[in-house]
């Protein structure tokens, strides 16, 4: 039994090897076709590329037909060389073109390439300047290289970073951001584009933060003599001065070390002898805008006080420089050498923007005043009667008027020539000879005013109340007898 399993073993081996030699035999009867490159790629100066093809009989070449890439042959042997002669490459563009190879059944793919000029030029300038903000910078390029490398110097990569790039067409446009410079020294970066042997630079340079600092005192205060003051800055840009008062003087300027991109300056300042109370500020300008306000005061060490109860004729006051205001709500205030000085007191004011006054009780404690303009309030009462000199008196439109007190001040013309919220209004003035209360009609829907009485002005030459809703006008005896009215038809002249 032992035998016959060896015999049966032995001839299942030799059965084996039989058939692998049976399968030797059929695989060098097969067709194939062996190439010594699949792919063949020629720079852009073109040339010629060669490849080698062994195959199991003769060789045939097929492929779309171009004109940059031109073969020696369509068929040949086992063993010979084809041969490609490669234009150069004129365009942007990597030119590829596939050919198969068939020997008998079988074939394989031979791809032939034309590699473009490598193409990197900057379209866009390569001196970038910026301001201090935070800012967006585009770059322009010619490129048809995909694979760029980016390297900032002196530590530009700080404060430089590329955002984004896109190309499309031969055109690539390269995205940075700069953070906002927060410094007062400008910076500098270059941009270096690169890939293989081609490179591009770009200048960026950004702007310092512009500053003009106080050193110190923002306000110096002292007394009515005349003396010189000082102050320290610290800047780094070239600003103007804003228009002084008169008796302010810029008498100096010294110029110290820099610090951090910031020069140090001490100013000073002459400043005159005063007869009370005055102060001003000092406004350092760049392009017209106000970079730093510095504030002298000369205090009167008896200083004059003046009590205005409007809070808004105070602040009106105080824009003008006429007062110092006190604590919140407190109508006590310091009278300025201007508010003892000035004889124009201008507060007039527009439909959309006036100081909303309602009193100028305590306008007798600047009795220098000659004209008086306070147009567009909202006073019901015009009392100026404890003034003396006021020669020019504008009233017109405050709506609510219902009283005009003008006494022996000067003023000889009124005019009201606009709508009237109040039903009765009396004016009185000692120097008037003119009222001028005539009223457009198409501001008639508006006006309210009924009843005038003029019977205060013993000098009234010529009234002038032609306004659609008035209906009565008192005047004394002699006024109705001597006096040139211009009314509608329809008003009632009744003597008081």
Not at 267 to 289: C, G, N, P, Q, W
């Amino acid at each position: 039994m032992k035998k016959i399993l060896i015999i049966l073993a032995t001839i299942g081996l030799l059965y084996s090897c039989s058939n692998d030699d049976s399968n030797e035999n059929l695989n060098l009867n097969e067709d194939f076709v062996v190439l010594s490159a699949d792919t063949l790629s020629a720079g852009p100066q073109g040339g010629d590329l060669e490849v080698t093809i062994e195959s199991s009989e003769d060789w045939t070449l097929v492929g779309p037909k171009v004109e940059w890439a031109t073969p020696s042959s369509n068929k040949g042997q086992s063993g010979q060389t084809l041969t490609f002669k490669v234009e150069a490459n004129e365009t942007d563009k990597e030119l590829e073109n596939t050919y198969k190879i068939f020997a008998g059944s079988n074939v394989k793919k031979l791809v032939v390439i034309s590699n473009p000029t490598m193409k990197l030029e900057l379209l866009s300038e390569d001196n970038v300047s910026i301001n201090s903000d935070k800012n967006t910078i585009n770059i322009s390029l010619s490129t048809n290289i995909t694979n760029l490398s980016y390297e900032f110097s002196d530590n530009g990569n700080q404060w430089l970073k590329v955002s984004s790039f896109e190309s499309a067409f031969g055109k690539g446009t390269l995205v940075l951001e700069a953070n906002a410079n927060d410094t007062y020294i400008s910076r500098s970066s270059t941009l270096k584009i690169t890939s293989e042997n081609r490179s591009v630079s770009i200048n960026i340079q950004q702007a310092q933060l512009d500053g003009i600092l106080s050193d110190g005192e923002e306000y110096k205060e002292t007394d009515l003599s005349e003396c010189d003051i000082q102050f320290n800055i610290k800047t780094n840009i070239e600003y103007q001065l804003g228009e002084l008062p008169e008796w302010i003087q810029l008498k100096e300027t010294t110029k110290g070390e820099t610090v951090d991109g910031l020069q140090k300056q001490t100013l000073t300042f002459h400043v005159s002898e005063a007869m009370a109370s005055r102060r001003s500020d000092i406004y350092f300008l760049k392009d017209t805008k106000i970079d730093l306000t510095l504030t002298i005061k000369q205090q009167n060490p008896n200083p004059i006080m003046a009590t205005i109860p409007d809070k808004n004729f105070r602040e009106a006051l105080s824009a003008e420089g006429w007062i110092v205001l006190g604590e919140e709500d407190n109508s006590q205030c310091e009278i300025l050498e201007k508010g003892l000085k000035e004889t124009i007191l201008d507060l007039d004011g527009t439909s959309w923007s006036n100081y909303g006054i309602e009193s100028i009780e305590g306008i007798e404690q600047f009795p220098q005043i000659e004209v008086l303009r306070l147009a567009y309030n909202n006073l019901t009462t015009i009392d100026i009667s404890k003034l003396k000199h006021v020669k020019e008196l504008n009233i017109e439109s405050i709506y609510p008027l219902t009283s005009v007190i003008i006494g022996d001040n000067p003023v000889t013309s009124l005019r009201l020539q606009d709508y009237i919220e109040a039903t009765s209004l009396i004016i009185s003035g000692n120097n008037i000879t003119d009222i001028n209360a005539s009223l457009s009609s198409w501001m008639g829907y508006y006006d309210q005013l009924t009843t005038l009485d003029v019977t205060g002005c013993p000098h009234l030459k010529t009234c002038n109340v032609d306004r659609q809703k008035l209906q009565t006008l008192y005047v004394t005896q002699e006024q109705k007898d001597n006096v040139t009215f211009t009314n509608q038809g329809s008003l009632q002249i009744v003597v008081k």
